[in-house]
Nanobody, 122 residues
Framework: VQLQASGGGLVQAGGSLRLSCAAS????????MGWFRQAPGKEREFVAA????????YYSDSVKGRFTISRDNAKNTVYLQMNRLKPEDTAVYYC????????????????WGQGTLVTVSS
């Protein structure tokens, strides 16, 4: 599966953005989907994940209550709605896909998109 992330940009603290990740292939609905982010000089970290049917979600503690992951299998797309953004959310955001159940571990994801930059100004 090929993944294409979009929707990044510059936003003021407290604002919102919605990221999208479009997937190619007819098996999108069978994959667990995740979002990760990488800030300059830091390791790539888990943000959120959603099960193949959209029912089960995981979030990192740093975004819980502010970000929402969702998917539309009819459109082969996964979303990350980001609200109440903070300067520390500034990073390149990546979508990823894996077979099997949800995971926080980036090494368990098989496919990655190219990333989209989110910059939050204070």
């Amino acid at each position: 599966v090929q993944l294409q992330a979009s929707g990044g940009g510059l936003v003021q603290a407290g604002g919102s953005l919605r990221l999208s990740c479009a997937a190619s292939g007819r098996t999108f609905s069978s994959y667990t989907m995740g979002w990760f982010r990488q800030a300059p000089g830091k390791e790539r970290e888990f943000v959120a994940a959603v099960s193949w049917n959209g029912i089960v979600t995981y979030y990192s503690d740093s975004v819980k209550g502010r970000f929402t992951i969702s998917r539309d299998n009819a459109k082969n797309t996964v979303y990350l709605q980001m609200n109440r953004l903070k300067p520390e959310d500034t990073a390149v955001y990546y979508c990823a896909a894996k077979s099997g159940g949800l995971s926080y571990n980036r090494n368990s994801y098989d496919y990655w998109g190219q990333g989209t930059l989110v910059t939050v100004s204070s």
